[in-house]
């Protein structure tokens, strides 16, 4: 009989441990594991992976680091033909514009980024990480964030930017990457189909995709059609053979290049119809030659005593005017009109 009583109280034990093992509260570790693949509403799914060629870099002279460095200082540019972009807002819309990507890089301080970014990752991407330090001696802002990409971006052509109605913003000598980037930005908002940069006269325009372009840009510059470094007389020739008014912005009050002998007002420029804009240096404005050979001239009125806006302000506000004239290719300010 004690034998039989030692047995029954070794079964309760053992059905009381069981039960206190189903019970027992998830560790920090499980709970943590328990929210990262299961969420509300959802089937449990495998976590994604960051790239076989995911290792740590150690030294400054390796050569991803190098390329980096490179693509991210404005150095000589990757062979593979991509471009750097810092910080997890720019390295974010890279991934979600599906551009291809060659590698990431992410430091200790980027790991959170990174974290935050890892359902975009295609998989088989190159994930590297590297020390704060190493990351620092390779970006371009004075205080890193962390993350950074070698992205390629899409190559564009003339065909691209006179798609549709066209809108094209056509820079000559525009040698701040920050006002390139601004314009850049305001050329997605206002509708623009696309833009291209030309030199002339020994003055080149920055580099849209430049590291301090595209930041100005905020990702515009890796979603908008891009044609770099055109000659400025064969971009003009066809954009008249596809039938594109050109409209050139000028300080100028007079013009010889339309009927009323004046510079337009921009409400005055008929910019419903396929339009380019064609917009100069920061000093020294378009070259006359060009503002010659543009359909007509458009001058920003201003206070008696403000000689001129900002470049990139002045292509900002003859954009929207084309989109407020476009209307429906501006969805967002017909939605703000009708609020």
């Not at 070794?10 to 990262?36: I, M």
């Not at 564009?156 to 040698?175: E, H, M, T």
């Not at 510079?263 to 008929?270: S, Y």
């Not at 050979?293 to 201003?302: F, G, M, Q």
């Amino acid at each position: 009989m004690a034998a039989s009583y030692h047995s029954r109280r070794a079964r309760r034990k053992a059905r009381a441990a069981g039960a206190l093992r189903a019970h027992r509260p998830f560790t920090a570790l499980g709970a943590f594991v328990s929210l990262l693949f299961v969420t509300a509403g959802e089937k449990p799914r495998a976590a994604p992976k960051l790239g076989e060629g995911s290792r740590q870099l150690t030294g400054r002279d390796n050569r991803w680091l190098r390329k980096f460095r490179a693509a991210l200082r404005g150095g000589e540019a990757p062979a593979d033909g991509s471009i750097g972009v810092e910080g997890p807002h720019l390295v974010e819309e890279a991934l979600r514009a599906s551009l291809p990507i060659v590698a990431i890089l992410a430091s200790a301080a980027g790991e959170r980024h990174l974290a935050k970014l890892v359902q975009l990752v295609p998989p088989g991407i190159p994930v590297l990480r590297t020390t704060d330090r190493l990351f620092a001696g390779v970006a371009d802002t004075q205080t890193p964030q962390g993350i950074a990409a070698l992205v390629c971006p899409r190559v564009a052509s003339f065909d691209d930017l006179v798609r549709g109605r066209p809108l094209v913003v056509v820079l000559v000598g525009v040698q701040d990457p920050g006002n390139v980037g601004a314009i850049l930005r305001a050329a997605e908002a206002f509708g623009a189909t696309g833009v291209a940069t030309c030199a002339w006269g020994g003055l080149g325009t920055a580099n849209p995709l430049s590291p301090k372009a595209l930041r100005a840009s905020a990702g515009s510059a890796l979603r908008l059609p891009l044609v770099h470094r055109v000659a400025a007389p064969v971009l003009l020739a066809q954009l008249r053979v596809t039938g594109v008014k050109l409209y050139a912005a000028s300080p100028r009050k007079h013009s010889s290049a339309n009927q009323e002998g004046r510079a337009l007002h921009p409400w005055e420029a008929d910019l419903r119809g396929p339009s380019a804009l064609l917009v100069g240096n920061e000093g020294a404005g378009l070259p006359l030659e060009l503002q010659s050979s543009a359909d007509a001239l458009v001058r920003i009125p201003l206070e008696s005593g403000v000689e001129s806006l900002n470049t990139a302000v002045a292509a900002s506000v003859l954009l929207y005017e084309a989109a407020r004239q476009r209307g429906s290719d501006a969805p967002g300010l017909d939605a703000d009109r009708s609020e």
